[in-house]
């Protein structure tokens, strides 16, 4: 109440902010009106000028008005559209590395176009990041005209590119990609084996459309590259079959609290017990004995290594939360996972910690093997790499909060070009689900015998799909678009706004593509037609757990000033209101209020139950993603140590140094451990000369008369005198063939990194899963997570460091053919039957050339 008082007085955070930028504006407008008489080829070397000026020392902030009015001024010229004052200050807030909350239909794609310029005459890269493939294609075929014509280089990236042609793709000034494209071509590039393999550059500087879709909605799902493990499929198939005989209970928060106040148990008389609201599923004790019983095991908890705990708890899950056509489709034998904010598929994502195959084994599909991690990131700590992120949606104040805390990006409101005509009808609330679909398939009805355009939003294929057979009964002619007909999105939702369309799709799907009225491209009568009907109505067919995806529901319609509305419909049945509101009570107020079948209210009580419900959903979601945060960053600051070691090792960082303080390490901890000069009998140096033996190959024979009284420090130092010149007789041995040692260390080093890795990586995992046990001694799990964690890593670097010391002194080239040898094998070439003549040039009991310090005798020539 204070805070809308206050924002009456002073104006809102964002105007503001928007107050602070309006000088840009002003002088855009004015170097627009100056620029207009200038030629194609006097705007393009516009671009050349500023890039002068910026080697001079002026800034993108110095130039920011000039180079907005050029872009203004070449957008209309090459695409015909002119970016408007509230486009120009989209894009400065965008520059400004903070996120632009603009309507649906305000253009916010040429609103890129005005940052994506400007940064981009660094020519250190700009990203161009959006949620598709179609979309990112369609951006760069219909903006980069733009940036081709003021002589900056455009990129696309696609699923199906190789590495040569991301690269050059990348190395264009603006590029365009998804970001699932970009965050599985970061994690690549940290896994190859030589820098021109790379196909990424530092990353500079990127503007995320859609970006609550992208850093809120996809961030607790981390991106993995994952291989196959050696773990057996057949526990899923057995387990699989378990399932079907045990009774199940799905719970809701309205039984926990019932239990809990009346004192009963919600697993008594069920084996196991499934919580939709948390997304879990456990046996309980009499499960237990029953599927000790059918696996034929005497405890399940015995038996570690099998996890058979983990296969049916997972497999519950598969069976009981994870429904085909709602979480996933069957597509060419395969379960393609369905994005639940999108509604679109996700090709070549999969599950992980087995449920994706507890799915398979559900779907009687064929169970591809259990993968094991060998990259991983999430999409906020990824994002957070660049040296600066901005983002663009139409929906983004109800998450300003969770954008600042986690990304520190702040959110900035644009105001309308044109004030919004959008009409928000209250929701209508029905007892059942039956009763709210036939509600809605009577609105549809009317609406399209009157020939105005709908649009219904539903949230999965499922519930699209009931909806379209209702419609099919009744012979109106629609379009369905979901998961199933994605290929056709941008063409279906871009014709939703044509008179008499009738349009079901999943609640997101289709965003980024602009409905028109009359069309795309519009035809200007059906165009007034529409208009006079009222424009496009918007139904929502229930509720979504978050009020953003409702508000983006909202938004597909009244674009630009145009006419428009929208209704939800909702019941007592919908999942947000069966896990999360109070439906007994709800239920026997609309009773006592004499309501029937068929009838529907509008009511503040209902409205508060259901925003009640979905901030409730919101903070445990953001509890979700903050949790995934807290833990993945643990590990974000191992990557970035072990990436950081890769990239030094990959640009040629000479070895030497390293490795000498690996030796330094190991020799200053052996002499901790067995010398102790202030107490000489309790020194062992039978055992310390044994492990310096195993470590550096020389003949160690200290004792208590040959070290005397040194110092810790005076006999590491004399320990590592000799193993100086050890390492510099390696150096050498290997240059006498030709070979760059440090070269060798380089690649040694790399392939025991990535060894070690891959292996804290499933280490993590490991300890990730089981970490949770150890709430019940009363300790906290995350922090029990940092110190193994830290453990594991300590422990790691170690075991690199020893064995890159061992490798180091110990690794032999194969035997190399002296010119001698070359000159037997031509002769054998020649004469194949003849006998193999003797070196004339290498004396039998002469040192072997190959530099093994056997005799020639007894290695290249034994076989002489």
Same mark, same amino acid.
């Given at each position: ?8 007085? &002073? ?52 130039? *920011? =008005? ?68 179609? *979309? ?7 903006? !980069? ?26 190395? #264009?000034? %603006? ?40 850093? %809120? ?103 009981? @939360? ?14 393609? %996972? ?25 779907? !009687? ?13 999430? &999409?906020?700590?990824? &994002? ?6 901005? !983002? ?80 099919? /009964? ?9 998961? #199933? ?50 424009? @496009? ?7 979504? +757990? ?16 145009? =006419? ?16 999360? /509101? ?6 026997? %107020? *609309? ?107 020389? +003949? ?72 949770? @046990? ?91």
């Amino acid at each position: 109440m204070i805070r809308r008082a206050l924002d009456k007085i &002073f104006g809102t955070k964002s105007e503001r902010d928007l107050k602070k930028i309006q000088h840009y504006v002003d002088d855009a407008n004015r170097f627009t009106a100056e620029f207009e008489k200038l030629s194609d080829d006097e705007l393009k070397a516009k671009t050349q000028e500023f890039r002068n000026r910026l080697e001079k020392g002026e800034t993108l902030d110095d130039i *920011l =008005p000039e180079a907005f009015a050029v872009v203004r001024l070449a957008a209309q010229r090459v695409i015909g559209l002119r970016p408007y004052d509230v486009q120009l200050l989209g894009g400065i807030v965008l520059h400004q590395g903070k996120i632009a909350e603009m309507r649906t239909g305000e253009g916010k794609t040429l609103v890129a176009v005005l940052p994506s310029y400007l940064n981009g005459l660094t020519g250190k890269g700009v990203h161009v990041v959006t949620v598709n493939d179609y *979309l990112a294609h369609r951006d760069r075929e219909w903006m !980069g005209p733009i940036h081709e014509f003021l002589g900056l280089s455009v990129g696309y990236i696609s699923h199906d590119m190789n590495s040569d042609d991301r690269r050059e793709m990348y190395a #264009k000034d %603006i590029t365009y990609v998804t970001n699932n494209e970009l965050g599985f071509d970061y994690l690549r590039d940290n896994m190859v084996i030589s820098r021109q393999d790379r196909v990424l550059r530092p990353l500079n500087y990127c503007i995320v459309d859609e970006v609550d879709s992208i850093l %809120i909605d996809e961030a607790r799902t981390p991106l993995i590259i994952s291989g196959p493990s050696e773990q057996s499929t057949d526990k899923y198939y057995i387990v699989n079959r378990l399932i079907p005989s045990l009774k199940v209970r799905l719970i809701t928060e309205e039984d926990e609290v019932k239990a809990k106040y009346e004192g009963t148990s919600l697993d008594a008389g069920y084996d196991a017990i499934v919580d939709e609201k948390a997304h879990t599923a456990n046996l309980t004790d009499t499960g237990i004995a029953k599927a000790e019983k059918f696996l034929n095991v005497p405890n399940l908890y015995n038996d570690v290594e099998s996890e058979w705990v983990h296969h049916i708890n997972q497999a519950l899950r598969a069976h009981y @939360l994870y429904k085909v056509d709602e979480a996933y489709v069957i597509k060419n034998g395969e379960v393609v %996972i369905i994005d639940e904010f999108t509604g679109r598929e996700m090709p070549g994502r999969r599950w992980s910690d087995g449920l994706h195959q507890a799915v398979e084994a559900k779907e !009687g599909l064929q169970i591809k093997e259990e993968n094991q991690t060998l990259a991983t990131i999430t &999409f906020q700590n990824f &994002f957070k790499l660049y040296n600066k992120l901005s !983002g663009m949606t139409g929906t983004a104040m109800t998450e300003a909060n969770e954008f600042w805390q986690i990304y520190k990006l702040d959110v900035v409101e644009i105001r309308p070009n044109r004030p919004s005509r959008r009409i928000d009808y209250p929701d209508l609330v029905y007892l059942t689900e039956r009763e709210k679909f036939k509600a809605i398939a009577d609105e549809v009805e009317g609406l399209w015998k009157q020939g105005a355009p709908v649009l219904v939003g539903t949230r999965s294929i499922e519930k699209s799909e009931k909806l379209s057979r209702m419609l099919h /009964a009744r012979g109106i002619p629609h379009k369905v678009l979901n998961a #199933k007909y994605h290929e056709m999105e941008a063409q279906i939702i871009s014709q939703a706004g044509r008179k008499g369309a009738v349009t079901v799709a999943t609640n997101m799907a289709g965003r980024g593509t602009d409905i028109v009225l009359g069309g795309n491209p519009a035809d200007e009568q059906e165009q007034a037609e529409v208009v006079q009907l009222g424009g @496009l109505h918007v139904i929502g067919s229930e509720r979504h +757990e978050s009020r953003r995806i409702d508000n983006q529901l909202r938004g597909r319609c009244a674009r630009q000033g145009d =006419p428009g509305s929208s209704r939800f419909y909702i019941s007592l049945e919908d999942e947000l209101m069966r896990l999360f /509101a109070n439906t007994a009570k709800i239920s026997a %107020i *609309l009773s006592h209020m004499g309501m029937k079948e068929g009838e529907a209210i509008e009511s503040r009580l209902m409205t508060r139950q259901i925003e009640g419900a979905q901030r409730m959903v919101e903070g445990r979601n953001f509890d979700i993603r903050k949790q995934l945060l807290d833990y993945d960053k643990v590990m974000n600051q191992q990557r970035t140590a072990i990436y950081g070691l890769r990239n030094a090792i990959l640009d040629g960082e000479t070895m030497t140094d390293r490795s000498m303080q690996m030796m330094l390490e190991i020799a200053d901890e052996l002499v901790e451990q067995y010398y102790f000069p202030t107490h000489p009998q309790r020194s062992n140096f039978e055992t310390l000369n044994v492990n310096l033996r195993n470590f550096f190959p020389l +003949e160690f024979a200290y004792n208590a008369e040959n070290v005397g009284r040194k110092t810790h420090d005076e006999l590491v130092d004399d320990i590592m005198r000799q193993v100086q010149e050890l390492y510099k007789a390696r150096a050498a041995y290997f240059a006498e063939q030709g070979i760059n040692f440090d070269e060798i260390e380089r690649m040694l080093m790399l392939q025991l990194l990535d060894a070690a890795w891959k292996q804290n990586l499933y280490e993590l995992d490991q300890l990730r899963n089981n970490v949770s @046990l150890r709430g019940y001694a009363q300790k906290d799990p995350l922090i029990e997570y940092q110190k193994e964690s830290y453990k594991l890593y300590s422990a790691m670097l170690n075991r690199v460091r020893d064995l890159m010391v061992s490798y180091i002194f110990r690794l032999q080239l194969p035997p190399r053919r002296t010119p001698a040898q070359r000159a037997q094998e031509e002769a054998a070439a020649k004469n194949p039957d003849g006998a193999k003549p003797t070196s004339k040039n290498i004396g039998r009991n002469d040192p072997c050339p190959c530099g093994s310090g056997k005799k020639y005798k007894k290695c290249c020539g034994a076989n002489l």
